[in-house]
């Protein structure tokens, strides 16, 4: 019987669609808004936060624009920590 390797999901993707989801959360926004803010299909912003895709800089970089933050913050590592302490300062 062979062993079937699982394969784990890039630790970035995990942040990067955390992220996404956190922020967007934060700002009370629902995927399909997101998507239109962004001018991307609503199907992407759900890839995107269940990690299937990893995205083109293009992309992100709408998806970033689209919720007010800079690009890099959707691949910074957010502690659980510091987004209680933030929590109320987005908008």
Same mark, same amino acid.
């Given at each position: 019987?062979?062993? $079937?390797?699982?394969?784990?999901?890039?630790?970035?993707? $995990?942040?990067?669609?955390?992220?996404? =989801?956190?922020?967007?959360?934060?700002? =009370?926004?629902?995927?399909?808004?997101?998507?239109?803010?962004?001018?991307?299909?609503?199907?992407?912003?759900?890839?995107?936060?269940?990690?299937?895709?990893?995205?083109?800089?293009?992309?992100?970089?709408?998806?970033? =624009?689209?919720?007010?933050?800079?690009?890099?913050?959707?691949?910074?590592?957010?502690?659980?920590?510091?987004?209680?302490?933030?929590?109320?300062?987005?908008?």
């Amino acid at each position: 019987m062979s062993k $079937r390797k699982v394969e784990k999901k890039p630790e970035i993707r $995990r942040i990067l669609a955390g992220n996404i =989801k956190y922020y967007r959360t934060q700002r =009370k926004m629902t995927q399909q808004k997101l998507a239109e803010k962004a001018g991307i299909a609503e199907q992407t912003i759900k890839n995107f936060e269940k990690g299937r895709t990893w995205g083109q800089d293009y992309t992100v970089s709408a998806i970033a =624009k689209s919720l007010k933050i800079k690009v890099y913050e959707l691949y910074v590592p957010q502690p659980e920590a510091v987004r209680r302490k933030h929590a109320n300062t987005f908008r």
